[in-house]
Structure formats: C-alpha cells, structure tokens
C-alpha cells in the first residue's frame, strides 16, 4: 500500500485521509492548526460527518493514520503528497490562492526524493502550472517531482460515501510517470478512472459543480412558473426527471443552493471564464436566480403574516442542508437576517447545527426540540429539509403554535395532508 500525506485536516482532507487509511494506506494527515491537531490525537473529530468518527478511530487504532502539525513530517514520510487546503473566495469573486501557495512552498522545502504533489483543493483552470512553477523555484535540492491536478466530488453529510463509492476519479497530469502511481492509490476504491491533462481535470470539477447549481436554479425558475399557472413543480420534475439524458437528481426546488463550495464556485468559474475572454452570462444568471429565489420566499414569510414586526417565527433547520453542521452561506442564516430585520422574534432548532450558529447568529431562542421552536410561534418557517422533520407529529406541532401557519422552504409535507390537519401551508411552486 502506498505512503500518503493529505495536507489539511477540513472537510475534504480529513475525510479524504481517513478513507485512504480505511482501503489500507499509510496516512499522514498535517495541519498548521496545532489546536485542531491535538484534538485529532486525542480521538476528537471537528467536523460532524456521518460515518467519519469511527474510520478516524478504527484506523488510528491500525496504525494507519496519523497526524501532525509538520508539513515537512508529511512529506517525509508520503510517496504522494495531497493538498487538501481551503481556496475561500476574494471580494471580487476571484480565488485566494494564498494557502494552495505557502503550502506549496513549504512541501517544496521539504522534498528529497521524487515526491507527487496533488492538487485536491477546489482551483481555477490553470493554477497546477503555478503549483508546478513555485515547486520548481522553491525545490532547492533539485528533487524529482510531478504535479497532478485530482479534483474531489464528496458531498458534505455524505462525503464517506462519496469517497468510498465515487462515481469517477479525475487525475490529470502532464507526464504518465505518477499515472501508475495514483492508479494504485485509486483501485480499491473501485471507479472508472479518467486520466487527462491539468487543466481538464481543473475544468471538470468547476464545470460539475456549475451545471448541478444551474439545474437547481433551472427547476427553482420553472417552480415561479408552476405558482403562476397552478402547475406542481414536484409533478413537473418527476417528469422531467424521468427522461434519463435529465435525471431527477438536483432537481428539487426550494429555497436555493448554499454551502461553501457552490456559491464560490460559480464566482470563481465565472471570473477565471472572463479572464480566459469567456462573459459566462449564463452562470452569472444562474446566481440571480438563486437570489431571487430566497427574496421570494422572505416575500411570501411577509405577505403572509402582514406585519412581521414583534411577531414570534420558529425556524426549522439551520444548516445549508441536511446530515451536516455547516451554515455557511446558509440561506437559513440569510432568512433568519431578512426577518429579524423586520423585527420579528426568532426561535430556532437544528438537528446539527446549533452549536454553529450559536457562534454567528444573535438574538435568537435556542430551542432543544422542534416543537419547541413552534412554540408560541405565528408561523414556523422550514429552512432545511432534515429528514426528522418529515417524521414530525404534526397535530402536536398545530397545538403548540399560535398560528397554524407552516412556510415551507423546501417543500417537505404534502399540501393536502397539511390543510387537512388544519395549516396554512405554503411552500414552493406547487
Ligand atoms: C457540492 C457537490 O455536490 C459536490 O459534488 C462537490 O464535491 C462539493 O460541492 C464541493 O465542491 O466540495 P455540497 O456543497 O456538500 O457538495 O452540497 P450539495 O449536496 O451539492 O448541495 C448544495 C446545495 O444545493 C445545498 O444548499 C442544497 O440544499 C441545494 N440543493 C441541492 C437544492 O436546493 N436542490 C437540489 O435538488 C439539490
């Protein structure tokens, strides 16, 4: 099995290492952030992900995974180096390519024998030749080495799965010496393998992420349409869907994507497009859409309750989406802002998230129970579509809410069920 370091311990390198270790690798996993390294070594994990705690566990256990704070450790002991760092975004949508460079330049400081240095992290086209130039400059030993681009696919909340069961793996590269060597990091997990040149590799992950967030603002769009004409937006995607060139997958309408690799991805893909001499309108029309869609649904919170001023909202779900505790770019977070702007008094519950947005939302209620969020509430307004919610009694939540009235932001209930319990249901093109 081969000698791997996964160089930063978020979401895709901790995952990402720890799946190594499980099919048999020896993994190191580096971290800058010595405090999050200690907890690691201690059997503590910072993220929730489903499944993660006990491979980090069982594999720790084995001998196969280890971590530190030392890139130089890392490279030391690895055949393959990953760089699994964050590439958060600019201002100006652009990239902040600053982590993927210093550690870059701290893993070329550290090389001495021919090393393969992956670049995992989410980039625009064309950052491996600026990988493979900073390696060059800052190689002071001369060492052999080969930059390949290995975009990641997992999902958060089901990022175990995804590693374990991929759909496809993407390795580009610019000689074949590391293809036999990444082949054999890849064959446990089982999955067509594509080898092409770097930037394709870098375009296919941009290029995937953008096309599932324009199918989201594609049905998201037709959903406006469907509360226009009296058509039901879930009929319409199970039709469409149906039709296996479309696919039901990523079609399902709601308050609009979040999280923090859509969002940035589609500015970074957009501006590394205009920098290439490519206006992607297109893309730039699927943001607007997105936007849109959460404006409305706000708009819809307001015309339903007329005044939202000093009124009581309980909000179900905080995370960007179910099975995870991550709220940035939460549309949660913004319905939550747009209404305490007018006012409105806001208790809310999350399976996961709590904990997190404890450290970015104030003046709220922290409820311990959904039920509790619908207490004494003029409305309660579903922000994530967590499947507990669906198990909810719901005569029991009508008792306790003031209001009977349900703003449904992802479409979770059956309209019929929920007018016959006696609610005011409203949710989303349909
Ligand atoms: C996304 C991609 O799905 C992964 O393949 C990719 O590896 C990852 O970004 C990344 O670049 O790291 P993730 O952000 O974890 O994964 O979440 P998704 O499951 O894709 O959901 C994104 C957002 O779209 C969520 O806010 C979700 O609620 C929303 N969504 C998804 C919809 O509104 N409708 C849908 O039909 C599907």
């Known amino acids: 099995m081969a000698k791997l370091s996964v160089i930063?311990?978020?979401?895709?390198?901790?995952?990402?290492?720890?799946?190594?270790?499980?099919?048999?690798?020896?993994?190191?996993?580096?971290?800058?952030?010595?405090?999050?390294?200690?907890?690691?070594?201690?059997?503590?994990?910072?993220?929730?992900?489903?499944?993660?705690e006990e491979i980090v566990r069982r594999n720790v256990a084995a001998g196969r995974l280890r971590f530190s704070g030392e890139i130089a450790e890392g490279v030391r002991h690895a055949e393959v180096v990953f760089i699994c760092v964050p590439t958060p975004p600019r201002p100006d949508g652009s990239v902040d390519l600053s982590f993927v460079e210093r550690v870059t330049r701290e893993i070329a400081g550290a090389i001495r024998g021919y090393c393969i240095v992956v670049d995992k992290s989410t980039v625009p086209v064309k950052t491996g030749e600026k990988v493979a130039e900073t390696i060059r400059r800052y190689n002071k030993n001369g060492a052999d080495f080969d930059v390949v681009s290995n975009?990641?696919?997992?999902?958060?909340?089901?990022?175990v799965r995804d590693l374990m069961k991929p759909d496809r793996i993407v390795i580009g590269v610019s000689s074949d010496r590391p293809v036999g060597m990444m082949k054999a990091v890849y064959e446990p997990f089982?999955?067509?393998?594509?080898?092409?040149?770097?930037?394709?590799?870098e375009l296919i992950k941009h290029a995937s992420n953008s096309f599932l967030a324009l199918k989201i603002s594609y049905i998201n769009a037709l959903s406006v349409i469907c509360e226009a004409s009296g058509a039901n937006i879930e009929d319409v995607a199970h039709g469409m869907g149906l039709d296996k060139r479309i696919g039901r997958a990523f079609l399902n309408a709601g308050l609009g994507y979040g999280g923090s690799c859509f969002p940035k991805d589609l500015s970074a893909f957009i501006h590394i497009a205009e920098q290439l001499g490519f206006d992607f309108k297109l893309l730039k029309e699927v943001q607007a859409i997105n936007a849109r869609q959460l404006q409305r649904f706000v708009k819809k919170i307001q015309d339903t309750l007329w005044i939202v001023k000093d009124k009581t909202i309980g909000v179900l779900g905080l995370s960007f989406k179910p099975d995870t505790d991550d709220?940035?770019?939460?549309?949660?977070?913004?319905?939550?802002?747009?209404?305490?702007?007018?006012?409105?008094?806001?208790?809310?519950f999350d399976p996961k998230a709590m904990d997190k947005a404890r450290e970015v939302l104030s003046g709220v209620t922290f409820c311990a129970t959904a039920y509790e969020a619908a207490t004494g509430a003029e409305a309660l307004v579903i922000c994530t579509d967590w499947s507990e919610f669906r198990q909810l009694d719901l005569e029991k939540l009508r008792s306790v809410m003031t209001q009977p009235i349900v703003l449904d932001g992802r479409n979770i209930f059956d309209p019929a069920t929920m007018k016959r319990l006696g609610f005011e249901y409203i949710s989303i093109g349909r």
Do not use: W
């Open 8 to 52: 930063g311990t978020g979401y895709v390198g901790l995952v990402t290492g720890a799946c190594f270790a499980e099919v048999g690798h020896h993994v190191v996993c580096v971290d800058n952030d010595l405090k999050k390294v200690a907890m690691l070594q201690a059997g503590g994990i910072p993220i929730y992900e489903p499944g993660l």
């Open 190 to 201: 089982d999955a067509p393998i594509i080898v092409t040149d770097i930037p394709s590799a």
């Open 327 to 348: 709220v940035r770019h939460s549309p949660a977070m913004d319905v939550i802002a747009a209404l305490q702007k007018e006012g409105a008094k806001i208790q809310v």
């Open 151 to 159: 975009p990641e696919f997992l999902r958060e909340g089901c990022a």
